[in-house]
């Protein structure tokens, strides 16, 4: 039987999903597809006895510089009726402290990863605002509804990546990250000419700082004209109004204002997505 959990929009793109760590702490925690290995704060590691092991993971993130993070093991972890034992989890404090936190954060205590699923195939169901893991059954339901399309799978010690072609109103093909962690649709800042985006144009949004690791960005923000679909799923062509360009170690990245207009499978066991074929 399919395993439903609820999901609720936090930040405008976040997913927070309701979630029981050790066995008896309820929290929220964000289930982010572009985070790699799941997450838990400092403070609730140290609430459920979550030590680090002494071994720690390094990641990168999309302009590429090198995160590392402690690692630890977590007796269990559990989304819904999904329960997960012996879980590889980073110790990250990636918030700000509690009390200065936006409301709707207030009680968020981690990041979790689909590879927390250990390649169960999902579903992200925007309409109906819930992550669906899929049984046999419904998984060939979908599979009848829809049309399948290659997913790549990345793993890099505990961290898993998944990846999808899209093709751009330019005729390109760009092979990007299921981020759910992202909002708008990222590319990378080579597809600008194709896609008519020019710096200092009209309409073209420049932004430069410096993140949180102390890296130093420039970012173009522009509306492209023309559809985005999934790589040979006509049904899933839609404008996706701004667009935000970097200079990144990906084609791009898809977030969750295109992934949540309809109900996107991924499959990672089977190495593909399934995507509706009704158009909206």
């Known amino acids: 039987m399919a395993d439903v959990v609820p999901f609720e929009l936090v930040g405008g793109h976040f997913l927070s999903v309701p979630a029981r760590v050790g066995g008896s702490t309820d929290v929220r925690l964000l289930f982010d597809t572009g985070i790699g290995i799941s997450v838990l704060s400092t403070a609730l590691a140290a609430a459920v006895g979550c030590r680090p092991t002494g071994e720690a993971f390094t990641g990168r993130r999309m302009s590429g510089q090198k995160v590392v993070v402690p690692l630890s093991r ?131 949004r420049t932004v430069e700082g410096v993140d949180e690791t102390h890296h130093a960005f420039t970012r173009h923000f522009a509306r492209v004209a023309g559809p985005v679909r999934f790589s040979g799923v006509p049904a899933s062509a839609r404008e996706v109004g701004e667009v935000m360009f970097q200079e990144i170690i990906y084609d791009g990245l898809v977030g969750s204002s295109y992934l949540l207009e309809s109900a996107v499978t991924l499959d990672p066991r089977g190495s593909r997505a399934v995507v509706p074929t009704v158009a909206r």
Do not use: K
């Not at 936190?101 to 699923?117: C, K, Q």
């Open 74 to 204: 977590l007796g269990s972890l559990e989304l819904g009726p999904y329960r997960a034992s012996d879980v590889p989890v980073g110790i990250l404090d990636f918030l700000p402290p509690r009390a200065s936190r936006s409301a709707e954060f207030a009680e968020v205590e981690g990041i979790v990863s689909s590879g927390l699923l250990d390649g169960r195939p999902f579903t992200l169901d925007g309409p109906n605002r819930s992550i669906v893991l899929e049984d046999d059954r419904s998984i060939t339901d979908r599979l009848r509804n829809g049309t399948s399309i290659p997913l790549r799978v990345d793993r890099t010690g505990p961290a898993v990546d998944l990846f999808v072609d899209l093709d751009l109103p330019s005729g390109s093909r760009a092979t990007v990250e299921v981020d759910t962690g992202s909002g708008a649709l990222i590319l990378h800042s080579r597809y600008m000419p194709e896609l008519g985006v020019r710096p200092g144009a009209p309409g073209v």
